[in-house]
């Protein structure tokens, strides 16, 4: 699962007569927009409401999350959707012009072909995004030969691309008592997590780690 090639043979399959159509890990976008919309305006750019909101999609596939949340966020966000396999984001370019017009005028999304495990060598620099989701990669490289060496690489690609105070959303069927000591090994202390609910008959849930905020020399000194 961890090779390209494997993800361009399944996403040409999906393209039903040729025809792309979305296809989503665990749930589609409809499923959590009721929280995952409240989460971003929580953690999202501190700047102002003009400011738009920087949020990576990490393993996009043809998911509709990217698109879902481009289309509907009432503040301006900056999305960026990345697959390892050029198939599927050849597919999500062809959905992308499906899509209604973003609710917020300043809202855009790009997408990438890049190795989540190595975003650098997509152009993505430190600090670069407020939000980073993943909807299943982080499960489909665990259950890879090399299991958790590439899992750990995704979320240290992850948390580096994130500005201090931004967050890594993982949402996962993975048990907490399975993902949790994996991602505090992984990504450092501080992993919380919340039940999205059952779905299909599977229980979800959304993992989450901060990247902390750095603090000022002023505030420093004062403490």
């Excluded at 959590?32 to 919309?37: A, E, H, N, P, V």
């Excluded at 990217?66 to 009432?74: A, E, F, I, T, W």
């Excluded at 299943?136 to 490289?141: F, I, P, R």
């Amino acid at each position: 699962m961890a090779q390209p090639s494997t993800w361009d043979r399944f996403y040409m399959q999906q393209a039903t007569g040729g025809t792309p159509t979305h296809f989503n890990w665990f749930f589609d976008y409809a499923a959590i927009s009721g929280l995952l919309l409240p989460a971003l305006q929580e953690y999202g750019s501190p700047e102002s409401n003009l400011s738009p909101m920087r949020v990576l999609d990490v393993g996009c596939g043809t998911s509709d999350l990217g698109l879902g949340l481009y289309r509907d966020s009432p503040h301006p966000v900056h999305i960026s959707c990345v697959d390892v396999s050029p198939v599927a984001i050849r597919s999500l370019h062809r959905l992308l012009q499906e899509v209604p017009p973003p609710r917020h005028s300043l809202s855009q999304l790009h997408l990438h072909v890049a190795d989540a495990t190595n975003l650098e060598g997509g152009s993505f620099g430190d600090g670069s995004f407020h939000v980073v989701l993943d909807k299943g990669t982080c499960d489909s490289l665990l259950r890879c030969p090399q299991g958790p060496g590439q899992a750990g690489q995704l979320v240290a690609e992850c948390l580096r691309v994130l500005c201090p105070g931004g967050i890594l959303l993982q949402f996962s069927d993975e048990d907490p008592d399975a993902r949790i000591p994996f991602l505090e090994r992984v990504g450092g202390a501080g992993v919380t997590v919340q039940e999205v609910g059952h779905i299909n008959g599977i229980c979800y849930f959304i993992y989450k780690l901060s990247q902390p905020v750095l603090e000022s020399p002023t505030k420093g000194l004062l403490n």
